[in-house]
């Protein structure tokens, strides 16, 4: 019913900046919270940051100061800018989203991307 599509994933150097884009899509009739979260090879997934349909936004203390979490309401989508990359920022990157239905019968989902690999060396 919905689909979540990642890209911007790819090789950087440490330092550098990537920005990964999320595309929301299907019977949407609005999208609530969204997230970005990350597993590293060997860890359990962790969240990144957070944003609210109204903007508000929540960070992981590791990333603060350094990635920027953005969305367009009108595109149903969400973007992660990261800046000064670190090679712990290495991870798979998912896109997560709480989004309404627009079915007949409202339904509430949580939606997940199927991610996209950000690797960072030094």
């Known amino acids: 019913q919905v689909q979540l599509v990642e890209s911007g994933g790819g090789l950087v150097q440490a330092g550098g900046s990537l920005r990964l884009s999320c595309a929301a899509s299907?019977?949407?009739?609005?999208?609530?919270?969204m997230g970005w979260y990350r597993q590293a090879p060997g860890k359990q997934r962790e969240l990144v940051a957070q944003?609210?349909?109204?903007?508000?936004?929540n960070y992981a203390d590791s990333v603060k100061g350094r990635f920027t979490i953005s969305r367009d309401n009108a595109k149903n989508s969400m973007y992660l800018q990261m800046n000064s990359l670190k090679p712990e920022d290495t991870a798979v990157y998912y896109c997560?989203?709480?989004?309404?239905?627009?079915?007949?019968?409202?339904?509430?989902?949580?939606?997940w991307g199927q991610g996209t690999l950000v690797t960072v060396h030094s």
């Open positions: 997560n989203a709480f989004v309404t239905t627009s079915t007949l019968f409202r339904t509430n989902l949580e939606v």
């Open positions: 299907g019977s949407i009739f609005s999208i609530n919270n």
């Open positions: 944003i609210t349909s109204g903007g508000s936004t």
